[in-house]
Nanobody
Framework: VQLVESGGGLVQAGGSLRLSCAAS????????MAWFRQAPGKEREFVAA????????YSADSVKGRFTISRDLAKNTVALQMNSLKPDDTAVYYC????????????????????WGQGTQVTVSS
């Protein structure tokens, strides 16, 4: 499984960016997908996830109401629409995928995800 993120960049506070994750898989219906982020000197943290059924999405409290995760089954891509960006959103954003159905970890736990992209930098200036 290969995950390739794109769409990062520099944006002013209050602006928007749309990240995309292209997955080299047969179908996203077999994978739970998520976005995490890591700021300098901080732990990698959960941002948003979407279940393999597409019926459930999850967001961190810090991004609720501002970020939206979605997927395109035809293109095998997962997007993260980020609005009302803040300087605290500055981080490297990573796409992650999980194919197991064992329930050992919650969607917010990075240990759930076996596959990771290389990340894309998002910088929000004040």
């Amino acid at each position: 499984v290969q995950l390739v993120e794109s769409g990062g960049g520099l944006v002013q506070a209050g602006g928007s960016l749309r990240l995309s994750c292209a997955a080299s898989v047969r179908t996203l219906r077999s994978y739970d997908m998520a976005w995490f982020r890591q700021a300098p000197g901080k732990e990698r943290e959960f941002v948003a996830a979407i279940s393999r059924s597409g019926g459930n999405t999850y967001s961190a409290d810090s991004v609720k109401g501002r970020f939206t995760i979605s997927r395109d089954l035809a293109k095998n891509t997962v997007a993260l629409q980020m609005n009302s960006l803040k300087p605290d959103d500055t981080a490297v954003y990573y796409c992650a995928a999980d194919s197991l159905i064992d329930g050992s970890y919650s969607y917010t736990n990075r240990n759930k995800y076996a596959y990771w992209g290389q990340g894309t930098q998002v910088t929000v200036s004040s």
